[in-house]
């Protein structure tokens, strides 16, 4: 479903990602975890096509990220970090408007509304403005609206941070509810471990734009030799040290910005 | 529920004809359209602030010049050269702050949206631009009741009110997609509103809306004559007033605003996509 070679991209002197080859299979929920600045997002953003890369190449759903974005476009849902639901407008709109650019046929287009915003659980609020929505329903319909289209390929960047534990478990259990059911790959990064061992089939472990880890979360836990470790431990193992020397305030702000957002 | 896993594929992946996607194009540009058209309605509150500032203009300022006869308007009153003036400078207001939806958009992340979404990035601008006059046709209205109700003699003719539509779409898309190229430069709010404030005035007082330019001295002519206000302004001139001439043919007006509209589309066509990463 997704294969990438060499994956590399370079900010002046940075790299960010750093030669990632990895491969994610059909029906897989991936994880992708690691420190800020490791290069979760990055690499995301190039796989969706929003940044190309200085060297290497991608294939997601057959097709090459570089040479032919608009045919990945096609097969592919993204939920960025921030917020991208329109506060301004009803959940059936933010729906209604993608319904239309994916060019979903006017017959069809009504139903599959629907049908995305019920499979979510938003049915009872589709016709109410976005900006009275709880975080955990503006998450939910910001996946109903990766889905509308039916995607290979979901790409989820952080789907919780920000979400009380109740909101996170309903998310979890439609990621897992959308693997089931339409066997779509997902791709997911996060810094919440327990989300991670819960839903990903199997996880790479980034730092500084490596791949330094990758396997299913029991195996990194055995990995590691010692009795009761934890997916934690594996993480702090990697890339611990150096926790609190990236990210950055501008990386801060935005994930602060996006947690208040969605409270 | 009635998903079904099999039909994944949205439609014609690929390899439709040049007709087909031209067809889509103009769906997608439509989609855009009305999803902005569905913003303004959830909160037209924009729009009725917008009424004051062309009244101020013609009331007050077209009153005051009207009385003292300083400015030579040929054969028409002050108010009557004024009117197409006040309504492409409300046009312009309108649309050089219209970026700020895009900083606003980057900075919550629902711009990462619409680009992963296979629509051609000069669509997602155009459609933009095109929103934008839905706005500058609000001041139309506005401006054009205004000032019917000041007793402005103006062409109310079928064909000049379509004329006058189409001017204002080109001039709005203009604008607008100049404020998103600044928008997508700048990419912070507080250097965005500074560089449109910057911009507002000279673009105004460098043009022919509130003088015509043969009272300009030469250099100022110079900037007026490469400002796209002059031509906009010159287009509503030639349709709304009765028997209207302008500086130039109303076709070269709305060819100039044409192809610098098409032009901004297609730089901003590419800055857009950096917005997102």
Known sequence: MLTTHELTRKFGELTAVDHLSVSVAAGEIFGLIGPNGAGKTTSIKMLTTLLPPTSGTAEVAGYDIVRHPEQVRRNIGYVPQLISADAQVTGYENLWVFARLYLIPRAERDRRIRDALEFMGLSAVADELVKNYSGGMIRRLEIAQALLHRPRALFLDEPTVGLDPMARDAVWEQIERLRERFGTSIVLTTHYMEEADRLCGRVAVMHRGKMVALGKPSELKASLGRPGASLEDVFVHYAGAEVELSGGYREAGRTRRVAVRLE | ?277
């Open chain 2, 1 to 277: 529920m009635s998903l079904s896993v099999s039909s994944n594929a949205v439609r014609g992946t690929g390899g439709a004809g040049p007709f087909e996607r031209v067809g889509d194009f103009v769906r997608q540009t439509v989609a855009i359209v009305g999803y902005e058209a569905r913003k303004l309605s959830h909160d037209p509150s924009e729009l009725l602030f917008r009424v004051v500032q062309p009244a101020l203009w013609l009331v007050i300022f077209g009153g005051v010049f009207s009385t003292i006869h300083a400015i030579p308007t040929g054969s028409y009153s002050y108010l009557q050269f004024l009117t197409p003036g006040i309504l492409a400078q409300s046009v312009l207001f309108i649309a050089i702050f219209y970026g700020i939806a895009s900083i606003r958009e980057r900075e919550l992340g629902i711009i990462t949206k619409f680009l992963v979404s296979p629509t051609p990035r000069f669509v997602l601008v155009g459609g933009r631009g095109l929103s934008a006059s839905m706005r500058g046709l609000s001041q139309a209205l506005i401006v054009v009741l205004l000032a019917i109700a000041l007793g402005v003699q103006l062409n109310l003719t079928v064909l000049g009110l379509l004329g006058v539509v189409l001017a204002i779409v080109l001039g709005s898309a203009l604008f607008s997609t100049l404020s998103m190229i600044i928008a997508s430069i700048v990419k912070t709010q507080e250097r965005f509103l500074g560089i449109g404030q910057l911009l507002t005035m000279p673009l105004f007082f460098a043009s022919n809306a509130i003088y015509p330019l043969s009272i300009m001295p030469r250099w100022l002519q110079y900037f007026a004559l490469a400002n796209p206000l002059t031509y906009l302004v010159d287009a509503l001139r030639i349709l709304m007033l009765p028997n209207g001439t302008g500086l130039f043919p109303l076709y070269v007006d709305l060819a100039v605003l044409f192809f610098v509209t098409l032009g901004l589309i297609l730089v901003e066509s590419r800055l857009y996509p950096r917005m997102a990463q």
